[in-house]
């Protein structure tokens, strides 16, 4: 059982970020939802878990697990993914889970791929709308876009569609912003040190960074509203 769950994860892993307009939206990612389906199969998710989803910032974040120690972790990222990628396969990688709470992260590449920051945060809104719809007031905890040496020149976009996303968690109950652009700058750059030498994913100092703060927003929150978790 160990091996096969390792396989499952080796083969997630080798899979390619598929850049934006590389595939139909029906093909796109259909690979890693295959797998993901697999690893669902040999090892059924956890109800009342911690579900992590997004883009290749969420797919890489192999020491989840160790990160947040007896907390039941779901991991569900797929690289390159947009948000309307993971609108269009919420029911896979969102709606089939009876998650406590939700951990998302995307945007950073609807922006890359020219998408306005007021576009992407109503891609949002409407992932924040389906989630009503199947998981009800199940809290979302959203991670702001990071600010990467490789996509500097995006950061005024994203800190728009950051603010944006802020402003919406001040009106909805369900929804808790964390901030990790912040604690990724040093005297208004990039930190280098953070980054593996494609300058856009995160090392291990970057994820440092990730599990303190995602943490601090787990722990201080209100007690969750999940109709799974009563």
């Keep these: 059982m160990i091996r096969t769950i390792r396989l499952v994860g080796l083969a997630l892993a080798a899979l390619p970020c598929s850049p934006v307009g590389a595939q139909s939206e029906s093909a796109r990612f259909g690979d890693e939802i295959h797998v993901f389906s697999i690893e669902d199969e040999v090892r059924p998710a956890p109800s009342c878990a911690t579900l992590f989803v997004g883009s290749s910032s969420i797919r890489f974040w192999f020491g989840i697990d160790r990160d947040f120690p007896g907390r039941p972790i779901i991991r569900r990222g797929f690289g390159g993914a947009t948000i309307a990628d993971i609108n269009y396969r919420f029911d896979a990688v969102v709606g089939r889970y009876r998650p406590r709470q939700i951990v998302f992260y995307a945007g950073e590449n609807d922006l890359d791929a020219g998408m306005t920051p007021e576009a992407a945060a109503a891609q949002f809104d409407a992932f924040m709308h389906?989630?009503?719809?199947?998981?009800?007031?199940?809290?979302?905890?959203?991670?702001?876009?990071?600010?990467?040496?490789?996509?500097?020149?995006?950061?005024?976009?994203?800190?728009?569609?950051?603010?944006?996303?802020?402003?919406?968690?001040?009106?909805?109950?369900?929804?808790?912003?964390?901030?990790?652009?912040?604690?990724?700058?040093?005297?208004g750059e990039p930190r280098a040190d953070l980054y593996i030498s494609d300058r856009l994913h995160m090392n291990h100092k970057g994820y440092a960074i990730w599990k303190n703060r995602v943490g601090a927003a787990l722990r201080g929150a209100k007690a969750s509203k999940s109709p799974y978790c009563r």
């Design 130 to 187: 389906r989630k009503r719809e199947v998981h009800g007031a199940t809290p979302v905890f959203f991670i702001t876009a990071k600010p990467s040496p490789a996509r500097w020149q995006q950061f005024a976009a994203q800190s728009d569609f950051n603010r944006r996303i802020e402003a919406m968690a001040a009106r909805e109950d369900d929804l808790v912003f964390i901030d990790i652009a912040a604690p990724m700058l040093d005297q």
